[in-house]
């Protein structure tokens, strides 16, 4: 059986301090390829020699599919959902268009590994989900509602 | 006739008419052989992880009470229930599990399109243990259009339970403690006569509303106390804080959402 070869996607995340609540510093770009280079490992794969990286809220490039194609990576591991995430909005296009490319996509943090068309489904529903959700919860005062851990 | 009419159910009625009037309610299974399967492999786990025999099958509630005989207190407590909650999440589906074992009250609650917590936090109280759960709410933070389902897997009541402040009395302590931040003391005797121990039985689930103050003490009964406590809401409710790609699963989609969210992508 072939070793699958994986092309690792990369999240540059917008501060390197406190990039969320409850991480006290980002992992370094060395940090989640390694961590990418051992899910690839545990699947059977190793890491392409090329990674690719997403700006925290920008998204993911398009481009990335010839990277796949240049690659010939028959999977993709993304450290997190999050590289694919444009504001609110998880760019669904082209997480369907990189499982059309592939037909395997792992996410890291959130510990999910889509191998079959219906766990991808059922993950794409999560994301169009979240989409809609998101959007309607844009508002600042809800924000600040839920953000708000002073009440007591 | 279809499946799709089903005749009230008067029990479910009066619990969620506690629920929305005090913030919580009590309810029994409506599956408890699913109950009775979880608590089962739970304690076959726990006792294969601390490496002890254990009884025939009609001895699994004793043999979860008396836990704590083979778990030194403290740091090594902390350490098996953290073993304990990562072994069940791996080999077993607990979210499903718990939702089908309450689903009649749950499914009124939440619907039909369903977020399960992907990891259930499972509470090892030992006698005595003086790390009980710090007085706290979930909501804000979590979405307050969750629900919290509290599982005990032996009988709980007295302080091998939990203390739940309903909803006229969290928002009394609420008000108090803006209005007199600097009254620790008054505070701690204003929760003291609101705060109601919780009689769980085993067999029942404990639901309550996030915005709900919550915490336990010292547990100073003879015998261990073992739950799980996890959280469904409804998949296009509004959010908390948490991350819902790391924090929440799908559990449940009605065939309408799988419809909707189809043309979306072939038409949008």
Not at chain 1, 3 to 13: I, M, N
Not at chain 2, 40 to 62: C, F, Q
Not at chain 2, 126 to 147: I, K, M
Request: glycine share 6%; charged share 25%.
């Amino acid at each position: 059986m072939k070793a699958g070869r994986f092309l690792g996607v990369l999240l540059e995340f917008s501060s390197a301090v406190n990039p969320e609540p409850g991480v006290q510093r980002a992992p370094t770009a060395a940090e989640q390829t390694r961590a990418l280079e051992q899910l690839a490992r545990r699947r059977g794969g190793v890491l392409v020699a090329t990674t690719v990286t997403a700006r925290h809220g920008e998204g993911l490039d398009p481009s990335v599919l010839d990277v796949v194609a240049a690659e010939e990576a028959d999977g993709v591991l993304l450290l997190s959902i999050d590289v694919l995430r444009r504001d609110r909005r998880i760019d669904v296009e082209l997480f369907e268009r990189l499982w059309a490319a592939t037909g395997e996509i792992g996410l890291l943090i959130e510990d999910e590994h889509l191998v079959s068309p219906p766990s991808f489904e059922h993950y794409m529903i999560l994301a169009m989900a979240m989409n809609h959700v998101r959007a309607r919860d844009a508002t600042q005062e809800w924000a600040l509602f839920v953000t708000d851990s002073g009440r007591l | 006739m279809t499946g799709c009419h089903r005749p009230r159910d008067h029990m479910a009625d009066d619990a969620l008419a506690d629920f929305e009037s005090r913030g919580y309610c009590v309810v029994a299974a409506t599956d408890p052989a699913t109950l009775d399967r979880i608590r089962a492999a739970l304690r076959d786990l726990a006792y294969e992880l601390v490496g002890a025999p254990h009884g025939s099958d009609d001895k699994v509630g004793a043999d979860l009470d008396r836990l704590h005989q083979h778990v030194a207190p403290g740091e090594a407590a902390t350490a098996f229930r953290l073993t304990l909650t990562k072994a069940m999440t791996e080999r077993f589906d607990v979210g499903r599990d718990v939702f089908t074992a309450f689903e009649a009250p749950l499914a009124r609650l939440v619907g039909v399109d369903v977020l399960a917590q992907r990891v259930p936090n499972v509470v090892f109280q030992p006698p005595g243990d003086p790390r009980p759960t710090e007085l706290h709410r979930d909501a804000p933070a979590n979405s307050p259009y969750e629900v919290v389902v509290w599982v005990p897997f032996v009988d709980c009541s007295g302080t091998k339970s939990m203390y739940l402040l309903d909803r006229a009395a969290s928002h009394e302590v609420l008000a108090f403690h803006r209005e007199h931040h600097d009254d620790p003391d008054g505070f701690r005797r204003l929760l003291d006569a609101r705060a109601a121990l919780m009689a769980v039985p085993y067999g029942s689930a404990l639901l309550f509303w996030p915005g709900l103050f919550h915490g336990s003490l010292v547990n100073r009964e003879t015998e261990t106390r073992l739950s799980l406590n996890t959280r469904f809401k409804h998949l296009f409710a509004p959010l908390g804080m948490k991350d819902p790609f790391r924090y929440f699963r799908i559990l449940h989609t009605s065939p309408l959402t799988r419809l909707g969210l189809a043309f979306e992508r072939e038409e949008g």
